[in-house]
């Protein structure tokens, strides 16, 4: 199974600021990773696939990259509507496995 | 619109059972990659299970053999049908339909809670 591993747990940063998650697979990936954003008490949304390929109507300012075993979503300039869970899910072998997730909260 | 609703959840004793639902709208449930991911409380996502075809099922380590996932398709409805519970089976089981090119989950249920507990 292979282990995908967030950091940091949690991420404070102020509106407007830019934020930088990272996630790390304990296996080459390729670039076959997804990015989820969850709220309280909300399902999960799919933001990035393949590694950089934002899903159908998310903003911009949502990017991703990276490949192998190490990869980063990056959001631009943080609004208020992006203060949430992420978590990363490698799609490279079955059984399919996500990270712990990045909390993104309000500095 | 593709949406799903996950119902069935609740409080049952260890060694319990429990049958959750996932009614399916705006697309064929029975046409398409559809699975179980759970989140227990405070923690990260685990996927439970996966179904493509009448004949083809997969599941997690952690259920095997406890878990069984089917769908209906004149109710356009998917199921997970839960026995011998254990207090690790607490969580939020939501019901999402995987992308069969990218292995990516496109569309989410709400969830619905599962509390394993005497």
């Known amino acids: 199974e292979i282990v995908m591993t967030q950091s940091p747990a949690t991420l404070s940063v102020s509106p407007g600021e830019r934020a930088t998650l990272s996630c790390r697979a304990s296996q080459s990936l390729g670039s076959n990773l997804a990015w989820y954003q969850q709220k309280p008490g909300q399902a999960p949304r799919l933001l990035i696939y393949?590694?950089?390929t934002r899903a159908t109507g998310i903003p911009a300012r949502f990017s991703g990259s990276g490949s192998g075993t190490d990869f980063t979503l990056t959001i631009s300039s943080l609004q208020s509507e992006d203060f949430a869970l992420y978590s990363c899910?490698?799609?490279?072998?079955?059984?399919?496995?996500f990270g712990g997730g990045t909390k993104v909260e309000i500095k | 619109e593709v949406q799903l609703m996950e119902s069935g959840g609740g409080l049952v004793q260890p060694g319990g059972s429990l049958r959750l639902s996932c009614a399916g709208s705006?697309?064929?449930?029975?046409?398409?990659?559809m699975t179980w991911v759970r989140q227990a409380p405070g923690k990260g996502l685990e996927w439970v299970s996966v179904i493509y075809s009448e004949t083809s099922s997969y599941y997690a380590d952690s259920v095997k053999g406890r878990f069984n996932i089917s769908r209906d398709k004149s109710k356009n409805t998917l199921y997970l049908q839960m026995d011998s519970l254990r207090a690790e089976d607490t969580a939020v089981y939501y019901c999402?339909?995987?992308?069969?090119?990218?292995?990516?989950?496109?569309?989410w249920g709400q969830g619905t809670l599962v509390t394993v507990s005497p």
């Open positions: 393949g590694a950089s």
């Open positions: 705006g697309f064929t449930v029975s046409n398409n990659y």
């Open positions: 899910q490698q799609y490279n072998n079955w059984p399919l496995t």
């Open positions: 999402a339909r995987l992308r069969s090119a990218e292995l990516v989950f496109d569309y």
